[in-house]
């Protein structure tokens, strides 16, 4: 069973950078297509990006496409989420999630690609992003 633990969270002025990471342990990271998540309080999880098994083609929320970039690294064993011109409202706790099935018509619209779930889940890192 993979399990997915996330870091690199914190508190951060608007304007500035924040990377997070994902790394699996238990399978290779590489068995799954990897995404990032975000959930505020009274907002529903929201998807933010996905990228393939290979990471050849990613995909954005449109929420954040231009500022973060989704990659990986399969000889790490670690996802990252690279986020640029951080803005208050990407203020979240952020989930790393792996799954085994990838819809690329939905990801290719900026919509959550993962109609089926995912595999499993990180417990998540706080981002939080002060005006």
Known sequence: QVHFVESGGGL???GTSLRLS???SGR???DYAMAWFRESPGKDREFVAAITWSGHDTYYADSVKGRFTISRDNDKETAYLQMNSLKP???ALYYCAGATRL?????????DPFPD???AWGQGTLVT???
């Open 103 to 111: 819809n690329y018509g939905l990801g290719l619209r900026g919509l």
């Open 22 to 24: 994902c790394t699996a």
């Open 28 to 30: 290779p990271l590489n």
């Open 12 to 14: 951060v002025q608007a």
């Open 129 to 131: 992003v002060s005006s």
């Open 89 to 91: 409202e990407d203020t």
């Open 117 to 119: 779930g995912l595999a």
